[in-house]
């Protein structure tokens, strides 16, 4: 009798395993970290947390429909993948709408908190993404995922500069401009995501 791993769903089901096992874990850590940075985007008066935290949230969503979706067919994961897309952009927008606020009421953010806050958040999806890492290129619902997971990254570290410039200007415009920048961040994003879903499903 043929060895299993000669057979391509057995290879199939072993690619779904891993990567389940690696959604897993990345769905906990961002889930953690949403709470932790909400909380301390609202006590620390940040724009740039708070959206740090929502991306979060979104990634948390996106990671468990991944795992919904990991033995479907490429069609359905398309689908997800475009629900994602979807989500980004939904992101980027409440990201604008918190930058005008903060525009309209300024106040200066606690930048210590903010400083703390997102060396913890880079540590923590700085995991996610070296744990993606080998899933990137797999499908459509992993890649999606991927871009997410860079996305994060890119957040905290942006998220780390805005603190050091609240610190030394004593304003609050680093945190609305890096807030800004990660609105079109997430605005580049759904789209990049949201075209390679529609290019999927019209195949």
Known sequence: MADCCENK????????????STLKVVLCINAVMFVIEVVTGIMSGSTALLSDSLDNLGDAITYGLSLYVIASSPRSKAKIALFKGILILIAGIFVLSQVVYRIMFPIIPTYETMGLISLLALLAN????MLLWKHRQEDINMSSVWECSRNDVASN??????????????????????????????????SKVIRGALSELNH
């Open 9 to 20: 769903s057995c290879a199939i089901d072993a690619l779904r395993i891993r990567q389940s």
């Open 157 to 190: 570290i942006s998220v780390f500069v805005a603190a050091g410039g609240v610190w030394l200007m004593h304003s609050g415009w680093p945190d609305i401009i890096v807030g800004s920048v990660l609105a079109l961040l997430f605005l580049k994003s759904s």
């Open 126 to 129: 700085g995991t996610c993404l």
